[in-house]
């Protein structure tokens, strides 16, 4: 079960300042506590010594113009685009992490491999370790896999972002890079044991049916599509928007889908 269920944000216009889409793409995050089935493989892709009951996972997905399954002139510059924004919002949600003290960093969406952090023996498989915390269908092509997502189907561009900060920090900080307030407020839960997590693995459904427990949700504006089950959260205007960081260290693209 998420803790932040998908929530789809709208990114401030100077999002997209320094790239060549007119206007930022809507992006859906949510944030979830590590499984333990999964912890092994997240140390493999981070060499430094992280504890699981506090370590947190944020799939984002922007959606895309194109389905960036194909390929051409048009796919490749509206990827590049997606990169650039994620790594802006992403760069200023680890920053303000770090001035708040807490760890943390994303995995380069061109290679899986962090992009602040030591680099350890594996990279970090977004559209597989999204199937598994999403429940979102998988399509195996043959020579890769590739995520559908429930609204946007293959119009999409996977990234995540990591951190040991506590889910009422990372929300905080979630919604300052964002220029936005989210419309449902995770609840603040103590670690699950293994025993926990197993069970709630067997009674999660599908991420996309649309079910979600109310008990995360405290802002009864925020209402979920009736058919994924996806929030919608409005920029705010009591929220400052936070000047675009274009900085990130440059790594030569290995795979799109991993």
């Not at 930022?24 to 089935?37: F, L, R």
């Not at 430094?48 to 510059?77: C, F, H, K, Y």
């Amino acid at each position: 079960m998420p803790l932040l269920p998908p929530t789809v944000l709208q990114l401030p216009s100077s999002s997209t300042t320094a790239s060549a889409l007119p206007r930022p793409p809507p992006m859906e995050v949510s944030v979830h506590a590590c499984p333990t089935y999964m912890f092994s493989e997240v140390q493999r892709v981070f060499p430094q010594p992280l504890e699981r009951e506090r370590l947190l996972i944020l799939p984002v997905i922007l959606r895309s113009t194109n389905d960036l399954v194909g390929m051409g002139p048009a796919v490749e510059a509206e990827k590049d685009a997606l990169l650039e924004i994620f790594m802006s919002w992403a760069s200023r949600v680890c920053e303000l992490l770090g001035e708040r003290g807490h760890w943390a960093d994303m995995t380069d969406p061109c290679s899986g491999y962090p992009v602040y952090g030591e680099r350890g023996a594996s990279c970090y498989p977004d559209v597989l370790a999204n199937e598994l915390l999403l429940k979102y269908p998988v399509i195996n092509t043959g020579c890769c896999k590739i995520m559908s997502h429930p609204k946007w189907h293959t119009r999409i561009y996977p990234a995540t972002v990591f951190s040991t900060a506590p889910l009422a920090e990372l929300l905080r900080c979630i919604e300052i890079a964002s220029g936005t307030a989210l419309p449902v407020t995770a609840a603040e839960e103590s670690p699950q044991t293994d025993e926990q997590q197993e069970q709630a693995g067997e009674n999660t459904n599908n991420a996309c049916s649309g079910n979600v427990e109310a008990t995360l949700c405290t802002n009864p504006t925020g209402t979920p599509d009736s058919s994924t089950g996806i929030y919608v959260a409005a920029p705010s205007a009591g929220l400052s928007v936070p000047q675009k960081n274009s900085y990130w260290p440059h790594r030569p693209p290995l795979a799109f889908f991993l």
